[in-house]
């Protein structure tokens, strides 16, 4: 049933940090529940407090562990700001509905914003500006474009020229995009926070559990795990990331695998703000600092093979990553003190798989793929939780697996054959 991954090697930088422990029992005998999450990493932990704060019973379970997936690898730059650029996005899926995702974006890292606050979780936030730089996939001309269609769209951006950018940022490009209200947070803290505010509404959460099998009927879902107990609940949803399950489509989605490193803390010698930074490239390269002054620097994507394979590649790309920063900040030690790899996912539109699976009556997914990963897992979590607890989602279509649009599933299925 279960493709399983070896999702990430090295040393992710969030290990240097404790998160609160997740409490989970054994699984022994039978049980249900309304609602059975399969995997505890980010995804499971927004569901899981999403689908309690409704008053529904949920069972979660893991086949490792809470948060021991690839949740530790995320480089978490909870950004509103799709991968694929807005005015690109309008091309491939019209216009409308290009706006109406990129601020369901924007929206969705408001309220999560506004939740760990309500919540009272403990990870780190902070609210950070985000830098767009001029490259190879969009010079300046075109990256004026595309702050004049986000303007359009009802979402505030303004293009810098280079002496703007030198100026305020002291970096040497042809341009780029500022945009505001991103967020910035320690994604094992933030999980942690989630699955505990679950635990407090009577969640149950068993690890390791591996569910093996799915079987709809009459009374809902039944799962069946490698230990022999089984899980009945009315509804489930899939939450396992990378490792992609043989009843999910996956004819508009890849997986790929991206490299990052963290340096030592060094707030003084820190960009202004400091602002997200990420470049309109390919290869691209992207940034953040943590809370105490690290720098984290990510991007070099290749197409995934194995896990071998990707791992053999780890410390040429951990030179050529440190190398690029350094071109960037000639005043930052860019001395590498953690460097991993992971896999990652991406579709052809930049936007996530989010709802229940075709023919699968009962039977969600959450496919949260793309550099948004926690923002996209912000709006699963709305979205699915408001579906079944019986309510409409009026973005549900944009997301859903099922598209209503043809020419949505054309260009999904051309950008999936190209080469």
């Not at 409409?392 to 997301?399: C, N, P, Q, V, Y």
């Given at each position: 049933?279960?493709?399983?991954?070896?999702?990430?090697?090295?040393?992710?930088?969030?290990?240097?940090?404790?998160?609160?422990?997740?409490?989970?029992?054994?699984?022994?005998?039978?049980?249900?529940?309304?609602?059975?999450?399969?995997?505890?990493?980010?995804?499971?932990?927004?569901?899981?407090?999403?689908?309690?704060?409704?008053?529904?019973?949920?069972?979660?379970?893991?086949?490792?562990?809470?948060?021991?997936?690839?949740?530790?690898?995320?480089?978490?730059?909870?950004?509103?700001?799709?991968?694929?650029?807005?005015?690109?996005?309008?091309?491939?899926?019209?216009?409308?509905?290009?706006?109406?995702?990129?601020?369901?974006?924007?929206?969705?890292?408001?309220?999560?914003?506004?939740?760990?606050?309500?919540?009272?979780?403990?990870?780190?936030?902070?609210?950070?500006?985000?830098?767009?730089?001029?490259?190879?996939?969009?010079?300046?001309?075109?990256?004026?474009?595309?702050?004049?269609?986000?303007?359009?769209?009802?979402?505030?951006?303004?293009?810098?020229?280079?002496?703007?950018?030198?100026?305020?940022?002291?970096?040497?490009?042809?341009?780029?995009?500022?945009?505001?209200?991103?967020?910035?947070?320690?994604?094992?803290?933030?999980?942690?926070?989630?699955?505990?505010?679950?635990?407090?509404?009577?969640?149950?959460?068993?690890?390791?559990?591996?569910?093996?099998?799915?079987?709809?009927?009459?009374?809902?879902?039944?799962?069946?795990?490698?230990?022999?107990?089984?899980?009945?609940?009315?509804?489930?949803?899939?939450?396992?990331?990378?490792?992609?399950?043989?009843?999910?489509?996956?004819?508009?989605?890849?997986?790929?695998?991206?490299?990052?490193?963290?340096?030592k803390p060094q707030k003084s010698r820190l960009w202004p703000g400091p602002a997200f930074i990420w470049e309109a490239s390919d290869p691209y390269l992207y940034m953040r600092a943590t809370a105490d002054g690290r720098v984290i620097c990510g991007g070099e994507d290749e197409d995934f093979a194995d896990e071998e394979t990707r791992d053999e590649l780890l410390a040429a790309k951990t030179r050529t990553i440190a190398t690029k920063l350094k071109r960037l900040f000639p005043d930052l030690d860019t001395t590498v003190e953690f460097a991993w790899t992971g896999c990652f996912g991406t579709t052809t539109t930049g936007l996530p798989y989010i709802g229940e699976l075709p023919r699968h009556p009962g039977i969600f997914a959450v496919?949260?793929?793309?550099?948004?990963?926690?923002?996209?897992?912000?709006?699963?979590?709305?979205?699915?939780?408001?579906?079944?607890?019986?309510?409409?989602?009026?973005?549900?279509?944009?997301?859903?697996?099922?598209?209503?649009?043809?020419?949505?599933?054309?260009?999904?299925?051309?950008?999936?054959?190209?080469?």
């Amino acid at each position: 049933m279960q493709r399983k991954l070896d999702l990430r090697t090295g040393s992710p930088v969030w290990e240097a940090y404790r998160a609160p422990r997740v409490p989970t029992q054994k699984l022994t005998q039978d049980v249900r529940c309304d609602v059975l999450v399969v995997g505890l990493g980010i995804s499971g932990a927004m569901l899981a407090e999403a689908l309690t704060a409704e008053g529904l019973s949920v069972v979660g379970v893991d086949r490792r562990g809470a948060i021991l997936g690839s949740t530790a690898a995320t480089t978490a730059l909870v950004q509103f700001e799709i991968d694929q650029p807005l005015s690109e996005l309008g091309r491939k899926i019209g216009v409308s509905d290009a706006e109406q995702a990129w601020r369901r974006s924007r929206l969705a890292v408001t309220n999560l914003r506004g939740r760990i606050d309500e919540l009272g979780i403990s990870c780190d936030i902070a609210a950070r500006q985000s830098l767009y730089l001029a490259g190879n996939a969009l010079d300046p001309g075109e990256l004026r474009k595309e702050a004049e269609a986000r303007r359009s769209a009802g979402i505030r951006a303004a293009y810098l020229t280079p002496a703007v950018l030198e100026e305020k940022f002291d970096i040497a490009r042809k341009g780029a995009i500022l945009s505001h209200d991103n967020i910035a947070l320690d994604p094992r803290k933030l999980t942690a926070g989630f699955l505990g505010r679950a635990l407090e509404r009577k969640a149950r959460f068993y690890t390791p559990v591996e569910v093996t099998a799915l079987a709809g009927g009459t009374n809902g879902v039944t799962a069946e795990t490698k230990g022999g107990p089984t899980i009945t609940a009315r509804q489930v949803v899939l939450a396992t990331g990378y490792e992609l399950l043989d009843i999910v489509p996956a004819d508009t989605h890849s997986i790929i695998s991206t490299y990052a490193i963290a340096t030592k803390p060094q707030k003084s010698r820190l960009w202004p703000g400091p602002a997200f930074i990420w470049e309109a490239s390919d290869p691209y390269l992207y940034m953040r600092a943590t809370a105490d002054g690290r720098v984290i620097c990510g991007g070099e994507d290749e197409d995934f093979a194995d896990e071998e394979t990707r791992d053999e590649l780890l410390a040429a790309k951990t030179r050529t990553i440190a190398t690029k920063l350094k071109r960037l900040f000639p005043d930052l030690d860019t001395t590498v003190e953690f460097a991993w790899t992971g896999c990652f996912g991406t579709t052809t539109t930049g936007l996530p798989y989010i709802g229940e699976l075709p023919r699968h009556p009962g039977i969600f997914a959450v496919l949260g793929y793309g550099g948004n990963g926690i923002t996209f897992s912000q709006i699963a979590s709305e979205i699915v939780a408001t579906t079944i607890a019986g309510r409409e989602d009026t973005d549900a279509k944009l997301f859903a697996f099922g598209r209503t649009n043809m020419v949505r599933k054309l260009v999904d299925l051309t950008g999936k054959l190209l080469p």
